[in-house]
């Protein structure tokens, strides 16, 4: 069985400070995904990394997948209160699977 | 049309009842997706439909059945469910069927916010 564990758990942060959230495998993935999900709505998808060592950027946001492609971060510069919710990373194991392996969440607070 | 529909957004329900939760995309995806997501538990997969065929049911009680009338279209109807159904139930589908070379983006519906009690 493929785990994603995905730290930290909870952040809570000031307007303006930067964070990393990540999340870690033992197993290698084709593809990663990462989404953002507010309160009583379904997640977004915000980015798909499929290199090994691939950079993406989303205006504040940045996404990294490991050289190895078991780990991914996400980094965000100067949060936005816009930016609390519920971020989830989901790994597919292999290209034409139907499952997605999801991480436990991080659940971002920024605070004005 | 870029989005995934469900309705309704909230339903309360008794033990007894019969209801259906619905799910509408209009972007040509012939695979779709029911999870159950509890609160702050990321979601759990239920059923998939590929090209309007069952894929995968993930042990789920026989008190939730899936239908998929069309390419466009999926329901989960509920009977005799029991309050630890309660949840949010997400929809999603994607763009390619299993076998191609997909990297299994999903896009999700609003969810429908279900209460049994």
């Known amino acids: 069985t493929q785990l994603l564990e995905q730290s930290p758990q909870f952040l809570s942060i000031q307007e303006g400070e930067n964070l990393t959230v990540y999340c870690n495998s033992s197993?290698?993935?084709?593809?990663l995904q990462w989404y953002r999900q507010e309160p009583g709505e379904g997640p977004v998808l915000l980015v798909t990394?499929?290199?090994?060592?691939e950079v993406k950027k989303l205006k504040r946001l940045t996404f990294q997948f490991g050289d190895a492609r078991k780990d991914s971060s996400l980094h965000i510069t100067a949060a936005q209160p816009g930016d609390t919710g519920l971020y989830l990373c989901?790994?597919?194991?292999?290209?034409?699977?139907?499952?997605?392996?999801f991480g436990k969440g991080t659940k971002l607070s920024v605070i004005p | 049309d870029t989005e995934v529909t469900q309705t309704p957004k909230h339903l309360v329900m008794g033990m007894t009842n019969k209801k259906s939760l619905k799910c509408e995309q209009h972007?040509?995806?012939?695979?779709m997706y029911w999870y159950k997501q509890k609160a702050k538990k990321p979601p759990e997969l239920m059923f998939v439909y590929s090209y309007e065929k069952l894929s995968i049911n993930e042990s789920v009680p026989s008190r939730f059945s899936p239908e998929c009338p069309n390419s466009s279209l999926l329901n989960l109807h509920l009977h005799a469910l029991q309050p630890e159904d309660s949840a949010l139930y997400l929809c999603?589908?994607?763009?390619?069927?299993?076998?191609?070379?997909?990297?299994?983006?999903?896009?999700f519906g609003p969810g429908t916010r279900l209460t049994v009690l």
């Open positions: 972007m040509g995806h012939r695979a």
């Open positions: 999603a589908s994607r763009v390619d069927p299993p076998g191609d070379s997909s990297y299994n983006e999903q896009f």
């Open positions: 990394v499929v290199t090994g060592g």
């Open positions: 989901a790994g597919n194991a292999r290209a034409g699977s139907y499952q997605l392996t």
């Open positions: 197993s290698v993935f084709s593809s």
